[in-house]
């Protein structure tokens, strides 16, 4: 079942390995500038105190971004064994993405935009892999 990605699927773990590219930029790389600090309703006080703990976080949304696009190229570009293996890490990093997401508006009703935002791609992505594949 795994052996075949189907394209759409395969579109969708992408696109949300690019979401949380873009988390990862935010937390990581931005999380103190004011456009940031609008986007997560933070204060330069509590951007401040928190960067570390933003830093930290930023990097798992790159690890589940690598997961899902890395194991995306591979399901797609690999046969028999490694195709299975893509299609298994692209569905790891995608039921990561989606369990956190859902952890996020579950501690925080007034996060459903983001966790959204956060869950949609990899979700799609997963029910295509599994109901297509």
């Known amino acids: 079942m ?3 990605l189907p394209v759409a699927a395969a579109v969708f773990a992408v696109l949300a390995g690019l979401v949380h590219v873009y988390i990862f930029v935010l937390e990581s790389l931005r999380w103190t500038a004011p456009a940031t600090r609008r986007t997560f309703g933070t204060s330069e006080e509590e951007a401040l ?4 703990m933003a830093y ?3 990097w798992y949304n790159l690890f589940l971004a690598v997961g899902a696009i890395g194991g995306t190229v591979l399901a797609l570009a690999g046969s028999g064994t490694a195709a299975v293996a ?4 692209l569905l790891f990093a995608t039921g990561s993405m989606v369990a956190a997401a859902l952890v996020l508006v579950t501690s925080d009703s007034t996060k459903l935009r983001a966790g959204s935002v956060q869950g949609f791609c990899p979700l799609v992505a997963i029910v295509l892999a599994l109901l297509l594949g």
């Open 2 to 4: 795994l052996e075949n």
């Open 49 to 52: 105190a928190t960067r570390s």
């Open 56 to 58: 930290n976080q930023g």
């Open 86 to 89: 893509g299609a298994s890490i």
